[in-house]
């Protein structure tokens, strides 16, 4: 059984600035792993698949790299609606999520 | 535009029953591996069951083995959780997902309905 371990647990920064957020794996999972954001009250919006696809309408400030047992979702310049949980995702498990908030 | 719609949750006792239902519409239901995926008040996501687009595969989180039962009518455009002997950590939000285009189960879900609360409390 996989384990998905995300860090930081929280990541505090001002709008305009980089957030960078990681995805470690418990063992190989090749490219397939999903990067999924969530607010308060609302469903989660898939984001990224296949560790570097932009999902239909994501803006392009979100990018995904890695492969293997490393993964990285990278925001370029936080907007002030980006400011959420952000949680990976590689088949049936999820990890436990990296909480973005402004600084 | 695709769209899923929880129903039926509520407030059940424990050792109690209840009924989801995700109505779907936007996108042919019967080519698409379907999911539940749950989150506990405060808590992170988790991965609770899921169908094949014709209903002859099925697979369940091992908590849940025995107790939920996940089913879809693709003519309805449905798709279904029978949760029973409901225990306290049951309590969470129930959402129905669109698993993606892909070859295998479970490798993301593209779309999700807003959820459909569950609380287990005597």
């Known amino acids: 059984e996989i384990v998905l371990t995300q860090s930081p647990a929280t990541l505090s920064l001002s709008p305009g600035e980089r957030a960078t957020l990681s995805c470690g794996a418990s063992?190989?999972?090749?490219?397939?792993l999903a990067w999924y954001q969530q607010k308060p009250g609302q469903a989660p919006r898939l984001l990224i698949y296949?560790?570097?696809n932009r999902a239909t309408g994501i803006p392009a400030r979100f990018s995904g790299s890695g492969s293997g047992t490393d993964f990285t979702l990278t925001i370029s310049s936080l907007e002030p609606e980006d400011f959420a949980v952000y949680y990976c995702?590689?088949?049936?498990?999820f990890g436990q999520g990296t909480k973005v908030e402004i600084k | 535009e695709v769209q899923l719609v929880e129903s039926g949750g509520g407030l059940v006792q424990p050792g109690g029953s209840l009924r989801l239902s995700c109505a779907a519409s936007?996108?042919?239901?019967?080519?698409?591996?379907m999911s539940w995926v749950r989150q506990a008040p405060g808590k992170g996501l988790e991965w609770v069951a899921n169908?094949?687009?014709?209903?002859?595969?099925?697979y369940y989180v091992d908590s849940v083995k025995g107790r939920f039962t996940i089913s879809r009518d693709n003519a309805k455009n449905s798709l279904y959780l029978q949760m029973n002997s409901l225990r306290a950590e049951d309590t969470a939000v129930y959402y129905c997902?669109?698993?993606?285009?892909?070859?295998?189960?479970?490798?993301?879900?593209?779309?999700w309905g807003q959820g459909t609360l569950v609380t287990v409390s005597s």
């Open positions: 997902a669109k698993e993606g285009d892909c070859s295998s189960p479970n490798c993301y879900f593209d779309y």
């Open positions: 936007g996108f042919t239901l019967s080519r698409n591996w």
């Open positions: 169908i094949k687009e014709d209903g002859s595969e099925k």
């Open positions: 063992q190989s999972v090749s490219n397939y």
């Open positions: 296949d560790a570097s």
């Open positions: 995702q590689q088949r049936k498990a």
